[in-house]
């Protein structure tokens, strides 16, 4: 099994999330999290080899290790927008054959692709001749009337046998008719137990389970029971403390635990460039409203940014009287 950088960060990884795990949020991400490896938004191969969009694979140096997501389903364009991504820095490079919007659909990629393994097989060779960082593929167990017992082994053998050893398994079926990309996260049922066998069915492929896991506990124990790696998404966005900030600690056996109270203030020298090159405060914070889930103070956090980020003229200031509403709630060290 390759031992790279990404192979090792993808025990746990934070899924890629359209218009979520933008720069920005990876950058937050990374405060909490030296180990975990952390995906991008999806960029389309067309926008990147036809529309020359290369802005889309901006990142900072130090959200290493971080992996590129693309969806395509042209081998050739696709290995000429993995080589794209290789050249920006990217440590890994994924395809999409999981992601069910119609707009998705209409290009013939995503989750669709799982009716065409042959086709998925072609694209994964082309991108595997075209990049020496690794090739890997996230995907479904199946789609509509598909049977998953049967489609999704045979997909693990035909893309492996392309070069991919490497799979995220978002552990429902996608129903391209009927279904908003959003039920498609809910509503098919998850099977874990399936995703589990075919580790033992394919125990050379480095295995990570995704979809519905919320806590460290339930990462452990999937991991505890063989699976290599855990793609978590949801939980890791709208309260990342839960999920990040104890990680290395415990999924890694290595640093101490972040704090989120640490991570506001990480974040304003990244707050002050972006607003100095022309951002606007919210398009960081947005990503940050769920810093202090569940603790005192919370709701006043949200609050606070929610309504003033997006003014003229918003910045560090308002993140830090933000969090006064958390420090000024936060229990008093007893006196020693
Ligand atoms: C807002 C949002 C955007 C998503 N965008 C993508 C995407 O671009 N590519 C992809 O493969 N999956 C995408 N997904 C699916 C997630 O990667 C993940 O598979 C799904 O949310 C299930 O994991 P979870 O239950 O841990 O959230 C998206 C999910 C959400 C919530």
């Not at 049967?150 to 050893?165: I, K, Q, Y």
């Not at 398009?283 to 940050?288: A, G």
């Not at 202090?292 to 910045?315: I, Q």
Request: proline content about 7%; charged content about 20%.
């Amino acid at each position: 099994m390759p031992s790279n950088a990404a192979t090792r960060a993808a025990r746990l990884s934070v899924a890629p999330m359209m218009d979520w795990t933008n720069r920005h949020c990876r950058y937050l991400h990374r405060r909490m999290t030296r180990q975990a490896l952390l995906y991008t938004e999806m960029v389309t191969a067309p926008a990147l080899v036809r529309g020359g969009a290369l802005h889309l694979l901006e990142h900072d140096p130090s959200e290493h290790p971080v992996a590129l997501q693309l969806g395509g389903s042209d081998p050739a364009e696709l290995a000429q927008a993995a080589r794209l991504g290789e050249q920006a820095g990217y440590d890994e490079v994924n395809l999409n054959i999981g992601c069910p919007s119609d707009r998705v659909q209409s290009g013939c990629f995503g989750a669709v692709l799982m009716e065409r393994p042959a086709l998925v097989a072609d694209c994964v060779k082309a991108m595997r001749d075209a990049v020496s960082v690794e090739v890997t593929v996230k995907c479904r167990i199946g789609v509509d009337d598909q049977n998953p017992e049967t489609v999704l082994p045979d997909f693990l053998a035909r893309v492996s046998a392309a070069g991919c050893n490497r799979f995220a398994i978002h552990a429902r079926k996608a129903w391209l008719q009927g279904l908003s990309p959003k039920e498609n996260r809910d509503i098919p049922p998850l099977d874990y137990d399936l995703v589990q066998r075919m580790k033992g069915l394919f125990p050379a492929l480095h295995l990570s389970v995704n979809g519905g896991i919320t806590t460290l506990d339930q990462a452990q124990a999937f991991l505890d029971a063989g699976l290599d790696g855990v793609m978590i998404g949801r939980a890791a966005y709208h309260d990342p403390p839960s999920v990040l900030c104890a990680a290395d600690r415990r999924i890694f056996g290595t640093g101490v635990d972040s704090d989120p109270v640490t991570v506001v203030h990480d974040m304003l020298p990244y707050i002050e460039t972006h607003l100095r090159t022309g951002g606007r405060l919210n398009q960081i914070t947005r990503h940050m409203l769920g810093l202090f889930t569940g603790k005192p103070g919370a709701r006043a956090w949200r609050r606070t940014l929610s309504e003033g980020a997006h003014k003229d003229g918003a910045g560090p200031e308002l993140v830090l009287r933000a969090l006064d509403h958390i420090t000024a709630l936060a229990p008093v060290p007893a006196p020693v």
